[in-house]
């Protein structure tokens, strides 16, 4: 397992896996601050990409930080960079997902130079000054209305906007995540609930961490380099129409829709996933 020092100190892991294309896909994971596990193989790209999987700090392999503070989105940007100098690269093909988008946008806007490529996967985009709102969550919500389990999930969602949700509420939230409750999406739902840490997810999003979203903006309007933002036609943050607009940001974004997925997409439709970013990542 190979590690690096970020700039104060703390021991990182990353995990490579796979191989394949022009240089390694750095994948950022969500969560926030989840282990870099639960991407797997991301839906088979490994056969056709070689991928580095980054343990954030506190997460997976990665040793905590002596200051939590120093775990706040803006400021782990400055980790991505020390992983592209320990990886021995010019710039990065980098993948966010989900709550990882904001941190993929935080690297892109303060080392513009160092991005050849980005793919953002049902990213959040807080960074750029974008947000998705609960009312778009609940018209994802309405489209699984046809399902067995939405008359149980309704007052779980409702719970979880009043910030009154248990452990059992956010288990049947779970089913939100993905485009079939199945026994992929039911396996992979356990084993992030298991890598969830409370804690580090409110070190990551700590209050300043997106005070200069007007200036990231302004940098990412100008990046020179292709972006896929891909979106899940059942997620709810983002919605296709809120990931479109992310892509707008961008002088080279693309924006595609994977039908009948939701916020896990590699889980949802593997091969469709897989073909998709790699026929992107082709093209750079």
Sequence with gaps: MPTFDAPDGTRLAYHRTGSGGDGPLVCIPGGPMMRS????DLGGLAAQRELVLLDLRGTGDSA???DPAGSRVDRQAEDVEALRT??????LDLLGHSAAGDLVLAYAARHPERVRSL???CARARTAGIDFPVERRREALELRRD????????????????GDADGDDFALLDRLAYGRWDAAAQAHA???EEWFDAEAAGAYLAPGAFDEADTARAVLGRL???????????????????AAEVAALFPRGEHVVQAGAAH????????VFARTVADFLARV
């Excluded at 899940?232 to 919605?239: K, T």
């Design 37 to 40: 596990a639960y991407f797997g």
């Design 64 to 66: 905590r930080p002596a």
């Design 86 to 91: 320990a990886l021995g690269l010019e710039q």
């Design 119 to 121: 793919v953002l996967v």
């Design 147 to 162: 399902e067995p389990w939405f008359d149980e999930v309704v007052p779980a969602f409702e719970r979880a906007v009043a």
């Design 190 to 192: 356990a084993a992030c």
């Design 224 to 242: 020179d380099a292709p972006v896929l933002v891909l979106s899940g036609e059942l997620d709810g943050s983002p919605r296709p129409d809120a």
């Design 264 to 271: 896990s997409p590699w889980v949802d439709g593997p091969e």
